[in-house]
């Protein structure tokens, strides 16, 4: 396995330990690959959920370019459900579950497909 696959491993070891979620790994393979080489960097693999600019830029970028979702208060109550299903307390928020957590959410899966 490459180091990619021992990622997209972590990752669904998270989705099922700390949001109690099974993952489609097919789906978790795509949304990981989309995330491009940011999985690979300590700082740009995770979300900081504390950070409103980090919040916004999932909305933006995320949310509203790639799943083309319009902007609303949805999008931010959708961020925070997500980020709680997670765990606050929990200080690696991978960016490939969030936003694989938000792509279910919103039932986008065909955005990857």
């Not at 709680?84 to 690696?92: F, P, T, V």
């Given at each position: 396995?490459?180091r990619?696959d021992d990622?997209?491993e972590?990752?669904?070891?998270?989705?099922?330990?700390?949001?109690?979620?099974?993952?489609?790994?097919?789906l978790?393979?795509?949304?990981?690959i989309?995330?491009?080489p940011s999985?690979?960097?300590?700082?740009?693999?995770?979300?900081?959920?504390?950070?409103k600019?980090?919040?916004?830029?999932v909305?933006?970028?995320f949310?509203?370019?790639?799943?083309?979702?319009p902007?609303?208060q949805?999008?931010?109550?959708?961020?925070?459900?997500?980020i709680?299903?997670?765990?606050?307390?929990e200080?690696?928020?991978?960016?490939?579950v969030?936003?694989?957590?938000?792509?279910?959410?919103?039932?986008?899966?065909?955005?990857?497909?």
């Amino acid at each position: 396995m490459g180091r990619r696959d021992d990622l997209i491993e972590r990752y669904a070891s998270d989705l099922r330990d700390k949001c109690g979620v099974e993952p489609d790994m097919a789906l978790l393979r795509k949304v990981t690959i989309a995330c491009g080489p940011s999985i690979y960097n300590a700082d740009a693999s995770t979300v900081a959920a504390t950070q409103k600019h980090e919040l916004d830029t999932v909305r933006r970028n995320f949310l509203m370019k790639k799943l083309g979702l319009p902007d609303g208060q949805d999008l931010h109550d959708a961020i925070d459900a997500v980020i709680e299903q997670y765990g606050r307390s929990e200080r690696n928020k991978y960016r490939a579950v969030v936003y694989y957590l938000l792509t279910r959410h919103f039932g986008k899966e065909s955005v990857y497909s």
